[in-house]
């Protein structure tokens, strides 16, 4: 390795003098993992989560991991350049790892495109996430969820979702917070696992209809990770990422006596009450139908928590995991047999940058790439604990539990950061990564799509025969059955029925003790039932 590169791989090189060696004797030499979500020093309600970016990367290197991707969450009313300047500036004076940005679209009007164009042709950003969830304040329509995917398709970038039904989860709040239910447990209960299954079903439908690669963020529950495993058995091009919070720990914590504890663990979706689905998600990313894993490290303290001591929808959400990340998924997933090594390394940094066209720069051991390894032990035993973990937060989510396996040397850009356990980290050394559009691991597929999706009309003549008149009825005079959905509707003045004739005969008539039909189907009208120009 020299100057951040790799320079020679094999047996028996020729080693320059005066220069390191290091001993890698019954270890494991991988590539360095990519943690595809983070939200360091993230804005919220004045607040700012615990981890900065030195922080944070600190963190990350410590765990194994030489490269993050971070999120932009630019504030309604800022354009997305200038909210990612400022995350540039930020992560570019406080990062000790290299780094790249996603841009959230909180808001979508035409100056939102002419950024994001500008963005991927200028700035180097190739991702783009939307939330279904936050209503009144990040949630878009599911119309704009379609433009935006159309944007993005054709910008060559991949379109994130934050999967939950921002709707439903309002009503609940309300609903449970009117109740009394106040602690950490009305998060979890306000968000049922099937409004993120609902979300993530609903994220495939319109990127099916767009053509547009999807990415689902934060796969937290089963049954939402079961929507996208099916999704990807027709067909369809979308991956998911599962964090290391849903790989490691469930969501029973939520009901624990000690309120900041349970506050530790509030994140969206939330960690699910099923004590079994840590198992299954690693199982999922075992078989490949879950592809990358990250950490949505965003964890805040217990003051900043306590915002929302007497209403949960006010806790500020996030947890951590960057750091914990690689030897979790190393304990849950190789040690018990679920995937191997190669798979292990896939999960944790090679499917992150084919996707996210990163690849064979990072994610790879090749002569060329980034000098960013990582010297695995695979078994070395550690307890995860607050007291030993490189996050400023009180407490961890992981408190306590064994895992097996971790990294012995980290090396990132040619430079030891980690070694006898003990980080070398410098603040603000981490660079920008710039990523271009159209990765072909992802768009080659959505290309051949695009040849085949073509819309073909069905060649015929034209219809010259006799055309019906009739008369548009306004919106606003919706007929009074509207009311048995909605009681709280006052019912509108009734429409004329057109079924129902208006002619009537003078006199008593035979059957007038017969009550009248509203409606009656006619099965043969007249003139017959094709009574059309016949068009050849």
Partial sequence: MEDGVIKQIGENLIVPGGVKTIDAHGSMLMPGGIDVHTRFQMPDRGMVSADDFYQGTKAALGGGTTMIIDHVVPEPGVSLISAFEQWREWADSKSCCDYSLHVDITEWHKGIQEDMEALVKDHGVNSFLVYLAYKDVFQLSDSQVYEVFSVIRD???????????????????HRILEQGITGPEGHALSRPEEVEAEAVNRSVTVANQTNCPLYITKVMSKSAADVIAQARKKGTVVYGEPITASLGTDGSHYWSKNWAKAAAYVTSPPLSSDPTTPDYLNSLLSCGDLQVTGSAHCPFNTAQRAVGKDDFSLIPEGVHGTEERMSIIWDKCVVTGKMDENQFVAVTSTNAAKIFNLYPRKGRIAVGSDADLVLWDPDVTKIISAKSHNSTVEYNIFEGTEVRGGPLVVISQGKIVLEEGNLHTTEGSGRFVARKPFPDYVYKRIKARSRLAELRGVPRGLYDGPVCEVSVTPKTMTPSSSAKTSPAKQPNQPV???????????????????????TQRIVAPPGGRANITNLG
Avoid: W
């Fill in 496 to 518: 004329r029925n057109l079924h129902q004739s208006g002619f009537s005969l003078s006199g008593a008539q035979a059957d007038d003790n017969i009550p009248r039909r509203n």
């Fill in 155 to 173: 910008l060559g970038a991949i379109a994130q979702v934050h999967a939950e039904n921002g709707d439903i989860v309002a009503e609940e709040q």
